[in-house]
């Protein structure tokens, strides 16, 4: 059964209106589920920052509880290093008389500045090392520290680090940064270095004048242990033997310290920060997270920096799911479409095939039993008894040709033809196959042959003049105005070639390969008009395929067809 373009078109115009439906839906509930992932996402990332923030408050709060129910724990507990409390070892403040350099310091100072050699300065500034810890210039900085951290003054670290532990809380940030800078570049091992800057670091304003200024009178008392809570830090100090205080403090420093080294514990791709301010969240500059707060309005913020980014790149990821989805529904939909089209079109194709054999055998009985009733009842006249017996015969024969055929069609479909190859003079088996179609069709175009008549190879003349039959035969269906049928046989290479040619409308790019399918023909509007069973050309690729080669059609829409069948050489066949 033929189809024409418009039925097609408008077949796959109503599935494809069908299968929007479902598709848009899908699209529908994408969309919608790329709303709900983005709020979603948003709202995940907002419990995990509040969690990581409430956590790392909680954890905060354990460590300075169990710091000051400790009663002065020795050793330190390690793991309070890990709850951002700054360990603090302070020296008392001394009054302003025991801070006071004596009369000998003094001097030394004056020598140094006012050294007429080397050798004189020199010996002021041994003598600053030795006895002069305290000593101030006319600026009020620290002499002893810089003179000590020279390679040739000899200062032990051990000392150096007493020093700083004893005196850093009363360093200026000038001179802090100075002592830095020495003490970077003084060739220490890495193990003292880090010792240095330590003590360095703890010492630092904002911890130990806190320290010095509101508890000055308990550390010259010598109080054990202090304790202390407020707005701007919390801590636990306790009396060593030798008068000096160590413990852990809690203050803006230690936390920013901390949150720098990565505590507290949180997701990748997340961020924290410590902010001052009664709106830490928006001081913060993170467009999502959650404030804890830790020391009056000193808050820990804990948050994802680019949230759009993630939700974005979650979005694509469901988007490209959605679409994939909506692609393979649509794509299975129109493949079960497909497949339910050709079944159908096979079965028209079928029952048009019972209709046609039925055709084809039912015109050459009735011819006979037209004829055997004339004889049988001897109407017919002497002189007509010849006419009619070759009437007989040729139907019996036409007759014979299509059961044939289709009983070859039918073993081959299965499998279980066989061909008796042998060597033949394929011109001759072409000059046959002209022969008996010019009998049968005396009113047919003319046939042209262009034979090469040394052209011999191992093929089953019966199987490649059947071919033939229906290549000859369909050319007179489909190019019945296209004249002269040509047949050529020649030798190409290590093949023949056996070609039919026509001058007929030729056959479209699209229908040349399904052509030779059992059952299919071509989709226009001369195959429709056309009686045909559709297995002429499946038997001609059976037939060239059982002799090894293959078979071929050569068209331009317009130009006429040529089918060509290939054989092996003679010296390749067997």
Known sequence: MLETRSPRLREWGLFLLVAALPA????????????????????????????TARDAGDEVERGIEAVE????????????D????????????????SDEPSEDCKKAADARKKGADEAARRAAEERIVRDCPTLRNSRGRYLWPLLALTPASGVAPARILAWLEEHGARLAAVERAALTQEIATGGFDDTTRAALMQALDTGADELGS???????????????????????????????????????????????RAVAAGWPPRPADYAAKVVVGSQPVAASGLPLASAQALLGQIHLVVGHPRPQAVAARSKLILASVSLA???????????????MRRARALGALRTDFVAAVSHELRTPIASMRVLAELLAEGRAEEDELPEIHAALVAEAKRLGTTVDRLLSFSRMEAGKATTARQRVNVGEVAREAIARFESRHPEAAPVTAEIDEEVVAAADPHGLGMALDNLLLNARKY???????????????????????DHGPGIARRDQKRIFAPFERADDRLSAATEGSGIGLSLVRHVAKSHGGDAEVESTPGEGACFVIWLPDSERGT
Not at 219 to 241: F, H, K, M, Y
């Open 82 to 97: 890990h709850v951002v409390l700054a360990k603090a070892r302070l020296s008392a403040p001394r009054s302003a008389a």
């Open 325 to 339: 989805a909506s692609l393979l529904a649509v794509a299975l939909a129109a493949l079960l479409f497909s497949r």
């Open 479 to 501: 190019a019945p105005e296209g004249m002269p049928y040509e047949v050529s046989v020649s030798r190409l290479r290590d093949r023949v070639r056996v070609a039919v040619r």
């Open 210 to 256: 806190h320290l010095l200024v509101e508890h000055r009178a308990a550390l010259t008392a010598g109080v054990t242990p202090i304790l202390w809570r407020n707005d701007t830090s919390r801590g636990a100090l306790w009396q060593r033997e030798d008068g000096s205080y160590e413990g852990y403090v809690l203050h803006l420093g230690s936390l920013q």
């Open 24 to 51: 848009t839906a899908l699209g529908v509930l994408g969309y919608r589920a790329l709303q709900n992932e983005e709020a979603g996402l948003k709202r995940e990332m907002s419990l995990i920052a509040e969690r």
């Open 69 to 80: 129910r400790a009663q002065r724990p020795e050793p330190m507990p390690a793991w309070l």
